[in-house]
């Protein structure tokens, strides 16, 4: 097992740099080794199911100079989501991209990032994740600019620029926790960690620092720009993996690391950030006059919820009913994962065969793009929280843990922003199903369609259905 | 092989709606609907299947309710589909429509066989939202503004009824149904699953969304609508709050109350109706004030409550073959003008509604009146008076449709009427398979008395101006309402206004919070002012309520 | 010798606190790129003054490595902030 966990950060590694020598055959390349990569994360899976957590040194040094990897149930389940949707974008990708000079930009750069967010999800200690937090912001700052456009490169600049401070504050806490326990690694830290000033400023340094990556409202003012301009395939990977990244090293701090120094009134005010993202991100998608802005405020809504959980988990005392509840917020981040990685490249079929993105002038597009109107459908599903969507199953959980430890307050956001929610979808697929002719001719490539299709498809039927073995991995791989 | 039946009847619409822009697709709709008709047919009663790795665990299975529920729903999807298929090509024989349709009936079917809230759940959801499809399609502006609003209260019931549903889990530890016959809900739970259940079932204030929908919606798909899918609503009650739990008692005061209001609501209503559709939604309206009207007093009087389910249920039978075929019927009339002979079919539906004796109308009022309890005499008065109306808003749908300009006559397509009629046969036929004679030749005095007064009206209609005289009320009086409800229109009007001086003040505010949170936005258009000292302050901020409130540990 | 690790500790803090004020309240472009920088070097004195232990004790390796990798980082992120920068100012002389 420890094979796949090295060929998860090394094959993308090897294949960036020989895309970056070999442009001509960089298109195969990346299709060979994204099968290859999903093929470890499921082997990877597998292995911490039967076996439980995964740990390797590199090259046998300890941890502190050396680099650790390991794995649990839910760095597992997530590499495979970074999988899938990193391969489908990439086949993607191949037809996007028609010149073959803008493929010999991407690629590298793509590799690049898929290999630091497989590292990050690997990494066991601190220095290792600042390391790899700055690779994934610098590639992904990198693809967001690629289009060139006056818009896509500012929007790129500040992004970069808050990553960098994001990433300072990160640091800033490691330092202090190295200062204060003289470990980095992270299973060490969560023994050794006592409450007192260290602790208390470190966490907050590092929050801070990954709020802002995050883009937790009110700091998500960079990431509509970012993601409404970068090209279809980095919009969906930036939307629905690079954010969750640093999500997801909020939740081990939060949930490993600190558990025993977070409070809960802390955790009530990422609730109310939380809250505020839904609100706030959705009311602003409704007013989106172009689909991709749309999808950038969706998820900032969305992340959001995930925020919600934190008051709900920390109410919750340690045992089956908060891991359950701890499945539920996996749950929603996968499904989120799925279903807008699909949306953001049904968009840009949409985008690429009308010239625009303006969701008044879709009238009629189901005629001409039914599998991609019907993409944007399935994702629309997932994103509102239908059943069978896995978002159903993460909410119900989210509703039922508020209900269970008595915050009523968390019910009433999570039910508006579903409203709100169903407002935004439907009006772009009441403009999509309308009879007009549209103006467009649109020949929908299978190669484009077909990813978007099956990643929105995964979201709404293959989580829900089978969304049992979510849990079942996460109490196994623990 | 049982098993696999009710399965089937969830897979294979969508499966068959996954087909539907083939080139053979046109008979899809047709065998999507057997698995239901044969399970209702040939399934025994106490068949289960259990998914328990599916969602949150499915139960699949059928009762004698959900048999009989299987047996009109199938039916009567079976005959609209048959009736799509005749249709013209081009209009409704589309592969958008064809979609929409099967999705539909998946959910629709699909949640009689449920067994659990959450299956249930979701074949109400999948239901209610392809029925969105199905009244947006013709896709002119009337149908798209019916269609949002139609959207626009399905969600919100849906919302309710999921609230509903994570509370009643919390409550009963479970989400099968029969878990729940032994949980008390309480208050709140059952005032949700009212609002939710009762916006399907169109109850008086929550119907808003129905005269529209059902007034622009394609014939077969109103076909359903006002047949099956409503009745769905009267399911969810049945299934989430089965009756003999004391705390019903009281909420069962309160739908009889608001089924009473909802019969002479619908009735007067549909009574004002110019347009054939919105006369019969609105008779849908009243027909289901008869069904709330039924639970709550079977929730009142427990121990009545077995006789009362199964009169009910084959009263939702009942209307929904009838209300349905009458649906068809106008639909036939709408593309190939009244022929005479549709006429006739329309006049012995009409008669079946009203509850003229040898119908199945008469059946199933018959019924439900024995199996009320004895204390329920007042009831026994309202449905009476009700089934007059009834015959009333026949009458004037009959008259309604002989007093509209000729239309060009077009072949009818032979399909079509052939479902048409095989429906009117069926409705026919079914009351000598299952009644005494007793019960079929109840209800005589009330269909005359109707149909002395509808003759009165008829006659009359020279006189009086039509609306007031189907209102029973002086000209003056329908003055004096008019130049009420001017005013209100003049209240709202004086409301805008204010409502925009204060709007200058609040786009004032909103612009600068949009600034100040979309400078990417803003800084495009390349006049706004720098934000990074806002938001800067605001990380900052964060930080610092955070580090205060991991210090305040105890 | 406590004095120079606090007085290598307490001017971290300080470039760290005067590049975080630039960086938030300089409109300039590249200002803000030079502010984080400044940010950048002051957590480098930071991790220099925690990795001192003491007279005749050789310094802790593990932050001297943290340092170096972050010069790195910084570096590399500075490069690509420049060269967007550059694209940005480029196509609009008057930005």
Redesign the interface.
Known sequence: MTDALIALVALPLTAALLALLLPRIATALVIFSGLAITASAIALLYGVNTAGALHYELGGWTAGLGIALRADGLSAILLLMIALVMFAASVYASAYFGKASERAQFWPLWLLLWTALNALLLSGDLFNLYVTLELLGLSAVALAALSGKHAAVQAALRYLLVGLLGSMLFLVGVALLYAGYATLDLATLTQVVKPGPIAWSALTLMTLGLLLKTALFPLHFWLPPAHGSAPAPVSAVLSALVVKAAFYLVLRLWLDVFADIVTPTAANLLGVLGAGAVLWGSWQALRAERLKLLAAYSTVAQLGYLFLFFPLLLALPPGPARDVATGGLVMLALTHGFAKAGLFLAIGIVQQRSGHDNIQELGGMVQRLPLTTFAIALAGVALIGLPPSGTFLGKWQLISAAIATGQWLWVAVTAIGSLLAAAYIFRILGHAFGNQPYPHQAVAVAREEWPALLLTLTATLVLGLAGAHVWTLLENGS | MNAAMLLLIWLLPLLLAALS?QRYARWLTVIAVLPALIAALTVPIGTTVSL??????VELGLDKTGRLFLLFSSLLWLAASLFAIGSPKGNIDS??FRVFFLLAMAGNLGLIVAQDM?SF??GF??MG?AA??LV?HP?SLRA?RA??RY?AWT??GE?IL??AI??L??QSGGLSFQMLKTTTPSDLVVLLLIVGFGIKLALPGLHLWLPQAYAVAPAPAVAVLSGAMIKAGLLGWLRFLPPGDAALIGWGEVLMVVGVIGIFFGAINGLLQRHPRLLLGYSSISKMGVLTLGIGAAWAWPAAAPALISALVIYAAHHALVKGALFLGLGLVERGGLRPWIWAGLGFLALALAGAPLTSGALAKSMLTTSLPDQAHSLLTVLGVAAFTTVALMARLLYLLWQQPAKPVAPHAMLSMLAWLLLLALIALVPFTQADASQLFSGGVALLLGLIAAALVVQNKQRLPELAKAQGRSPKARRYLRARWHRIVLLMRAMQTRSRTLGSTRRVIENSMHDA?????Q??SKKGT????L??????G??A???G?????T | MLTTQWLYALSGCLLLALGLRSALLHPALLQRILAINVMGSGVFMLLIAIAYRGPGMPPDPIPHALVLTGIVVAVSATALALALARRLTREQPHD
Do not use: H, K
């Not at chain 2, 328990?52 to 665990?57: A, M, Q, R, V």
């Not at chain 2, 949170?517 to 936005?521: A, D, F, T, V």
């Open positions: 822009g328990p790795w599916l969602l949150l665990g592969t958008r959450l759940y979701l959801t999948l939202l969105y499809g947006a896709a798209r269609a949002r959207l969600i919100a919302l999921f609230s994570v509370i889990a919390q949170l979309q400078p990417g936005q800084l495009q720098d934000s990074w000292p938001i800067g302050s605001l990380w900052l964060i930080g309520l955070l580090l409130a991991l210090m305040m540990m």
